[in-house]
């Protein structure tokens, strides 16, 4: 008996014409998620083996459920075509994976047809013998079983597995093109972050940082968030940009009305990254905002805010409950991060009345008071790093500042390598 894990596609089907395209992009990130693992692939047109040694079956499982596109995937135990193999494979398989389910279902298909028996006749055959051999006793539910045993009978093997784990979901990284992500350290823009490459985005993530003005601590956080979200690319890198934010934020607390300042400091990063984007050919921006969740996100905010730019902007939380945001934060492993207590610059100096109605033509007035010559500076002084899931990097270790700290840090590692 050998083990082999089988991948589903899901909705990459609904792709049509296309659909080479996609499973040429999962075959792509699949083998390079699994690059330092020694397996063998094998490809149908619709699906994918993966051929393991059976020590680093729980480590693949574990990277393939963060490939995009992925809908599924079973552990399948391959076996010679009689049936004795066949029911001790399944008596195998079963008393393996099976956990607390009380009724199964034995279900046969052939994609040998020329087999002596049907299908419905090598169930009958092994049900019995399959039954009295498990650990436990399972009763037959044909209806409404908890857990299915398949037996796939091909032309020169066959096939037993049980059930499916599901993977992500969505579509290979990529496939839908680059956006930029307006990533700060809360909660919810690491979220949005996943959703997004989820659904075949390929992410770029931007960070509007205050430093010294907020803590070194903010950044890491940001940093340390990349990590996990690192873990989903292809490559297993993701870049990161660190905006340095302190001159405009100085000088909108001393120009801008109060009531208005987080309405222009919006308005600002959106142009920001707006900019950004433009120049690398990056499509749309994605932000982690949610309708009603605090005054800048009330659907007037967000229109005076959007205002200033043309790029498309997609918020996928824009519906979510903060606890359905927050339940997806815990199964990300971003949550303890995202809630370590460092403000970044939308939290720091807030103001006491911010506006919840605010209208353009007074956002324009304000902004007559800004110096806009200050966008600029900071895309040319932006920092940015390839962030790795392994990357040793604390910020904090090197200043109080993102350019003085990053510079340090490039130093010390020059030095390192010679
Ligand atoms: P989050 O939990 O993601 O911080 P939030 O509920 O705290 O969101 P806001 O602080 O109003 O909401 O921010 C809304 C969105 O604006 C964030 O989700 C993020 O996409 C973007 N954003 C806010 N601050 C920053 C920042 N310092 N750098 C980059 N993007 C930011
Ligand atoms: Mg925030």
Not at 47 to 54: K, L, N, T
Not at 328 to 341: G, H, K, W
């Amino acid at each position: 008996m050998k083990k082999q894990i089988l991948i589903r596609f899901g909705d990459l089907v609904l792709k049509g014409k296309n659909i080479g395209f996609f499973i040429k992009a999962i075959r792509t990130h699949v083998r390079h998620a699994l690059h330092d693992i020694s397996v063998d692939f094998n490809h149908t047109h619709d699906r994918m083996y993966i051929i393991f040694d059976e020590k680093d079956e729980k480590e693949i499982i574990n990277r393939l459920k963060k490939v995009p596109g992925l809908y599924s995937f079973s552990l399948i135990y391959e076996t010679d075509n009689d049936l004795n193999s066949i029911i001790e494979t399944a008596v195998i398989a079963a008393n393996e994976q099976l956990k607390d389910e009380k009724t199964i279902k034995i279900e046969t298909k052939r994609a040998d047809k020329t087999y002596a028996l049907t299908s419905i006749e090598i169930t009958k055959k092994v049900a019995g013998p399959i039954l009295s051999r498990l650990h436990r006793p399972i009763e037959v539910d044909v209806r409404h079983p908890e857990a299915v045993i398949n037996i796939e009978i091909r032309k020169d093997v066959s096939f037993v597995f049980i059930g499916q784990v599901l993977g992500m979901g969505g579509f290979p990284y990529g496939t839908a093109g680059k956006g930029l992500v307006m990533l700060s350290g809360g909660i919810d823009s690491p979220v949005a972050t996943y959703l997004a490459m989820k659904q075949g985005i390929q992410v770029e993530l931007f960070h509007f940082e205050s430093t010294p003005m907020t803590p070194l601590e903010s950044v890491q956080k940001v940093i340390d968030l990349a990590k996990i979200l690192a873990t989903y690319t292809i490559n297993g890198s993701i870049k990161l940009h660190l905006v340095p934010f302190t001159k405009i934020h100085e000088d909108l607390l001393i120009h801008v009305t109060d009531s208005y300042i987080i309405t222009i400091m919006r308005r600002m990063m959106y142009r920001l990254a707006e900019n950004y984007a433009n120049a690398h050919d990056i499509k749309c921006l994605i932000n982690g905002e949610s309708v009603g969740q605090v005054a800048s996100q009330t659907l007037s905010s967000i229109s005076v805010v959007e205002n200033v730019t043309n790029i498309p902007i997609l918020r996928p939380v824009v519906t979510y409950d903060k606890s359905d945001i927050i339940k997806l934060a815990y199964d990300l492993n971003t949550f303890d991060i995202s809630t370590r207590p460092f403000n970044d610059c939308c939290s720091i100096y807030v103001p006491r009345n911010p506006v919840t109605n605010p209208n353009i033509p007074f956002a324009e007035r304000e902004e007559m008071k800004v110096d806009f010559s200050l966008i600029e500076e900071a895309l040319i002084h932006t920092v940015t790093i390839h962030v790795t899931p392994k990357m040793n990097f604390n910020i904090t270790d090197y200043g109080y500042r993102v350019s003085d700290a990053y510079e340090a840090y490039l130093e010390e590692r020059r030095r390192m390598h010679d």
